[in-house]
T-cell receptor
Framework: DTAVSQTPKYLVTQMGNDKSIKCEQNLGHDTMYWYKQDSKKFLKIMFSYNNKELIINETVPNRFSPKSPDKAHLNLHINSLELGDSAVYFC????????????FGNGTRLTVT | EDQVTQSPEALRLQEGESSSLNCSYTVSGLRGLFWYRQDPGKGPEFLFTLYSAGEEKEKERLKATLTKKESFLHITAPKPEDSATYLCAGTSGNTPLVFGKGTRLSVIA
């Protein structure tokens, strides 16, 4: 069974479009995250979310918004896509916020043309 | 600002040639130091957590150690299947994990 699953695995779209990436975890974890991995493989936190609070990395443009319909899902919506948004986006979850191991999905490679 | 720096950026070893990867951190009040392995096209896979200076964790050919300023991932007699990018991350407990840029390890048969 896949613990953290993301869809789609690949996403190719044009500038200006709006797209979503879905993430689901079946580990019963309380906290979920979105990370962005750039072309140099550097992983940067975008959001962390549990049922109490959303913490946004201040460097993330407000075109990016996480939406959580329930504790097991944290989707990522991106409006008005730009070329610089091209990257691999990873969803992750952890049992305890911030100080327990993260379990990652296999990533969504977003290409904006 | 919390930072994690890994070295070397890339490492090429012959099969059986032991070595170490370094992770230095400036995380105020470190509450956890994490090591991950990432294979191409996959998400990072958790290896170890270290919580206090002097702590060591082992798994097969890998051993992670922690001092007050840095952590090492020792690889003993590596095999080609150990080839991957190894990521180090730290947290103060108040923020999500801050990752280093990783070390790309290649083990040649």
């Amino acid at each position: 069974d896949t613990a953290v699953s993301q869809t789609p695995k690949y996403l190719v779209t044009q500038m200006g479009n709006d797209k979503s990436i879905k993430c689901e975890q079946n580990l019963g974890h309380d906290t979920m995250y979105w990370y962005k991995q750039d072309s140099k493989k550097f992983l940067k936190i975008m959001f962390s979310y549990n049922n109490k609070e959303l913490i946004i990395n201040e460097t993330v443009p407000n075109r990016f918004s996480p939406k959580s319909p329930d504790k097991a899902h944290l989707n990522l919506h991106i409006n008005s896509l730009e070329l610089g948004d091209s990257a691999v986006y990873f969803c992750a979850s952890s049992q305890v916020q911030n100080n327990s191991p993260l379990h990652f999905g296999n990533g969504t490679r977003l290409t904006v043309t | 600002e919390d930072q994690v720096t890994q070295s070397p950026e890339a490492l090429r070893l012959q099969e059986g040639e032991s070595s170490s990867l370094n992770c230095s951190y400036t995380v105020s009040g470190l509450r956890g130091l994490f090591w991950y392995r990432q294979d191409p096209g996959k998400g990072p896979e958790f290896l170890f957590t270290l919580y206090s200076a002097g702590e060591e964790k082992e798994k097969e050919r890998l051993k992670a150690t922690l001092t007050k300023k840095e952590s090492f991932l020792h690889i003993t007699a590596p095999k080609p299947e150990d080839s991957a990018t190894y990521l180090c991350a730290g947290t103060s407990g108040n923020t999500p994990l801050v990752f280093g840029k990783g070390t790309r390890l290649s083990v040649i048969a």
